[in-house]
């Protein structure tokens, strides 16, 4: 599955959990700012825009955000979009914000992460 098969509301849920885990610190790196290049490639600049801004109205808290996040049923998106956050997540280390917002999500659509050595 590529990002260009995730349906709308997978769209708008991987650009608010980006926003959730870059916001999450004062600083946007270079790799964050890369990887919401790429999402943003793929679904078109305006379209980025378009689902930033309507995650922003949707979601005026976390809670209202993991509320919707238990909605999104297909495993294979929800696979995509972790694997896509925690990717954003790892190059400047992921903080304490970070590592229970992707630990909670982790849990509710049942993911199990390893990493390779």
Avoid: C
């Avoid at 790799?31 to 793929?42: F, G, L, M, Q, T």
Wanted: avoid cysteine; charge should be negative; hydrophobic fraction near 50%.
């Amino acid at each position: 599955m590529e990002l260009s098969d995730l349906a709308h509301d997978e769209r708008v849920a991987l650009v608010a959990l980006i926003e959730a885990v870059v916001g999450s610190d004062t600083q946007v790196s270079d790799d964050e700012v890369s990887h919401i290049s790429r999402i943003a490639a793929a679904f078109g600049d305006n379209a980025y825009r378009t689902l930033a801004n309507e995650a922003d109205a949707r979601f005026a808290d976390e809670a209202a955000l993991k509320s919707f996040l238990r909605t999104l049923t297909r495993r294979e998106a929800r696979e995509l979009i972790y694997g896509v956050v925690l990717a954003a997540a790892l190059p400047d280390g992921v903080d304490r914000h970070e590592s229970s917002l992707l630990g909670w999500l982790a849990t509710e659509w049942g993911i199990t992460v390893q990493f390779e050595a």
